[in-house]
């Protein structure tokens, strides 16, 4: 039946231009546009989700950024008290839903090493369970370095939001805005080497995730290291890479004996077609 349906309309826009020879022969310049709005009769509610990103390549430059926005209203989120509970439990009190984030990146290609700045955010919420909801991680395909945000959080919000997994980041930026440098080597066709330092500071105090300590905002600093070798025509894939995250204040439980480090080692391989 109709109670529980969902509907949707979607409306993009998008410019994809190469061979513009501004600088070098491979310029190109992509642009785009997406909208959708989604509402649904059983809960009352409506979303405006808004995104515009853009690429651009001038010779050994390059530059990519993408925003998006999230408003509306509903009764459907779990964290709101319900609105009679005898009647209903999944009808909430209404909530009005303001989210975004963004990314960006900047870099260029020397003979054989590529720098990058990468520098994103994602908004927090200091009480998601009151009226004004604005916590939402980012998309956890876009990966940020290789312990903070793809094992740290991502275990912290799972355990803080146990009963709630709309809340978990599974391993996106989550509730901070970070600043990324990084330099990839490649001696030989390839064998790539990247070396990468991430630091990051939290947006809101939530007193779950994020300590109630309000004079740091400081998540952390790490530093990554990878080695990968693409081999077999580029369709085989072999790679070994680590990271450590030296632990900032706000992140620090005072109730809990954490550890001022910690670092992961991951080992992986991969066929394409």
Not at 33 to 60: C, E, N
Request: charged share 25%.
């Amino acid at each position: 039946d109709y109670s529980d349906d969902v509907d949707e309309f979607t409306a993009a826009l998008a410019y994809d231009g190469e061979g513009f020879q501004w600088v070098g022969a491979e310029d190109s310049l992509s642009v785009g546009l997406y909208y959708v709005t989604r509402w649904q009769h059983a809960t009352r509610s409506r979303a405006h989700i808004m995104d515009g990103f853009f690429k651009l390549r001038l010779g050994p430059f390059f530059a990519e950024a993408e925003a998006y926005f999230i408003v509306g209203a509903t009764q459907a989120l779990s964290l709101r008290p319900p609105v009679d509970p005898d009647e209903n439990d999944w009808l909430r009190m209404k909530a009005n839903v303001e989210i975004s984030s963004w990314i960006a990146r900047l870099g260029v290609d020397i003979m054989d090493f590529r720098v990058k700045l990468e520098s994103g955010y994602a908004s927090g919420d200091e009480d998601p369970t009151n009226e004004n909801f604005k916590a939402r991680s980012a998309n956890p395909n876009v990966r940020v370095g290789l312990v903070l945000y793809p094992i740290v959080l991502a275990e912290i919000t799972k355990a803080r939001w146990a009963d709630n997994p709309g809340m978990w980041s599974e391993g996106g930026v989550y509730d901070s805005w970070f600043f990324m440098q990084s330099i990839r080597y490649e001696p030989l066709k390839g064998l790539e080497i990247i070396v990468g330092f991430l630091e990051a500071w939290r947006d809101c105090v939530d007193g779950a995730t994020i300590s109630r300590d309000r004079t740091n905002a400081f998540l952390g600093f790490e530093t990554d290291i990878a080695v990968k070798y693409h081999f077999a025509g580029d369709h085989a894939h072999l790679g070994i890479e680590g990271g450590v995250l030296h632990v900032g204040k706000a992140l620090k439980d005072p109730m809990l004996n954490m550890p001022d480090d910690t670092w992961t080692v991951q080992v992986w391989t991969a066929f394409t077609p």
